[in-house]
């Protein structure tokens, strides 16, 4: 598959945000994005803007937790349209919050200067991506110097996925027939996101999960806060932050 194809089968899938709007209803993605948009919290922006990438039809931010400057990014104009129209009221708000929408593709050069942003904030993207590298190489760029990157991925190898490989099964996230994972082309292991971020030129690289889980065979799922805070690498979610060095 090249570029171009992978553009537009995720382009058939997240164009509407419909999908998007399904999944954050999950308690599991809400803990996710939670934990990521805890990872800016006391961080000094100095009035730099925040950019989402990837923000798809609702932004990770909370009404009450908006950067006072925040650039929406994604492929998807529809999707993004409706992230945009959910942030606007805000701008009257007495927080007086600054949103701005930017139609983009991420596998191409950011359409932003160097030294732009104070945080770049990445939900579930880099996964979609065949160059994760460049695109790292990218919010490097657009970030001021100690700029932070907060960015969310599916781990590889979570605690069921681990236990799967070894008795001869398939990960999940390397299943071509599941309906929407088969988007995944770049999945990462912790120690492999440590690793690829540090190539990139960040530092102070922390990692923490939002559940640790194990589905039983009617569907079910069991899942633990508790054995993601001991043991993030276990967990479904990464979520991690790093500063531009």
């Known amino acids: 598959m090249t570029d171009p194809h992978g553009r537009q089968a995720n382009r058939r899938s997240y164009h509407d945000g419909s999908r998007t709007s399904e999944y954050l209803t999950d308690p599991y993605h809400r803990m996710r994005r939670e934990l990521a948009v805890r ?46 129209r959910a942030g606007k009221p805000l701008k009257t708000s007495a927080r007086a919050t600054e949103v701005l929408p930017v139609c983009l593709d ?21 996964e979609h991506v065949y160059d994760p590298v460049a695109l790292l190489g990218e919010c490097h760029r657009v970030l001021v110097a100690g700029g932070l990157l907060v960015l969310t991925t599916p781990n590889l190898a979570a605690l069921q996925d681990r236990v799967t490989f070894l008795a001869g099964g398939t990960p999940r996230q390397v299943n071509p027939l599941h309906p929407y994972l088969w988007l995944h082309i770049r ?37 633990s806060r508790l054995l993601a805070r001991a043991l993030p690498r276990l967990g479904g979610s990464l979520i991690c932050s790093a500063r531009r060095r």
């Open 106 to 126: 991420a596998t191409c050069p950011l359409p932003f200067r160097s030294d732009s942003f104070g945080a770049v904030v990445i939900g579930d993207l880099i």
């Open 39 to 84: 990872m800016l919290r006391g961080t000094d922006l100095n009035e730099r803007p925040v950019l989402e990438l990837g923000c798809g039809s609702k932004s990770m931010f909370a009404s009450d937790q908006l950067p006072v400057r925040l650039v929406l990014a994604d492929l998807a104009v529809e999707a993004l349209s409706l992230a945009y």
């Open 187 to 223: 999945p990462f292991t912790a120690s492999l996101l440590r690793r690829t971020l540090r190539h990139a030129g960040f530092v102070q690289l922390r990692i923490r999960s939002n559940y640790v889980g194990w589905q039983l065979p009617g569907g079910r799922w069991i899942i």
